[in-house]
C-alpha cells in the first residue's frame, strides 16, 4: 500500500474516533462522519484534488469546531500544514454565531489556496445535504438564508476551482441566489 494510503487511513480513523458520538441535523441522526469523509471525497472525485494535506485538511476540518480536539493536537499528530489549514476554516467560539457568519465572509478571499478547496467542498456538499434533506427544525427562511449566506462566502472562494465551483454555482441558481 502506498504512504500515501496509509496516511489517509490513519487520519480517517482520528476523525471517526473524534466524532463517534456526534450526529448530523437529519431526521436519521446520520453518523456525522459522513460529512468529512464526503468532503474530502468531493475534492478526490470531482474537485480532482490530489494534495495530500488538502484531503487530510478536509478528513479534519471540523474536529477542532465540534469535539474536544485542538489544534495542538493535530500538529504533533499531522505536522504543521494540516493544523494550520483546519485552524484556517475552523470558526471562532468566542464570537457569536451572526460574527461567525460575517468572519467567513470576510476572510474567505484571504484564505490560503488550500484552505479555500475545503471550504468550496465543505459548502458543496452542506448544500446538497440541505437539499437531500432540510436539517430537522430548519424553516424554508432558514434555509434561504443559509444559500444567500453561502453565496457570500463563496464569492470570495472563487478563481480556486472551476469545476467545484461550478457545481455551486448552479446550486445557488436553483435558489435564485446570485453568486
Ligand atoms: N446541511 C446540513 N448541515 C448539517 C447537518 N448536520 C449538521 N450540519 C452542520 O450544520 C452547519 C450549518 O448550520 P448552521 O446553522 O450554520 O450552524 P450551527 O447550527 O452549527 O451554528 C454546518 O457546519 P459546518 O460544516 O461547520 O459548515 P458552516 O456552515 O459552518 O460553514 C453543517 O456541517 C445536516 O443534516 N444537514
Ligand atoms: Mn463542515
Given amino acids: 500500500m502506498s504512504s500515501d494510503s496509509v496516511i489517509l487511513l490513519e487520519t480517517v480513523n482520528f476523525a471517526a474516533e473524534k ?7 437529519d431526521a436519521e441522526q446520520t453518523p456525522y462522519i459522513t460529512h468529512p469523509i464526503g468532503v474530502a471525497r468531493i ?25 474536544d480536539t485542538s489544534i495542538g493536537e493535530l500538529q504533533a499528530v499531522f505536522g504543521q500544514t494540516v493544523a494550520r489549514l483546519v485552524q484556517e476554516v ?5 464570537l457569536s454565531k451572526e460574527e461567525t457568519k460575517r468572519q467567513q465572509v470576510e476572510y474567505a478571499p484571504h484564505a490560503s489556496h488550500q484552505a479555500k478547496l475545503v471550504k468550496l467542498a465543505d459548502k458543496l456538499y452542506n448544500l446538497r445535504d440541505i437539499n ?26 472563487r478563481g480556486t476551482n472551476p469545476a467545484l465551483e461550478g457545481h455551486l ?6 435558489r435564485g441566489v446570485e453568486l
Fill in 43 to 67: 475534492l478526490s472525485h470531482e474537485g480532482g484534488i490530489t494534495d495530500i494535506e488538502v484531503l487530510q485538511a478536509a478528513l479534519l476540518h471540523d474536529t477542532v469546531e465540534d469535539t
Fill in 169 to 174: 454555482e448552479e446550486l445557488f441558481k436553483q
Fill in 19 to 25: 466524532h463517534r458520538n456526534q450526529r448530523r441535523k
Fill in 132 to 157: 437531500r434533506c432540510t436539517p430537522t427544525g430548519w424553516t424554508a427562511g432558514r434555509v434561504q438564508e443559509y444559500f444567500v449566506w453561502s453565496a457570500q462566502v463563496v464569492r470570495g472562494l
Fill in 90 to 94: 475552523t470558526d471562532d467560539k468566542a
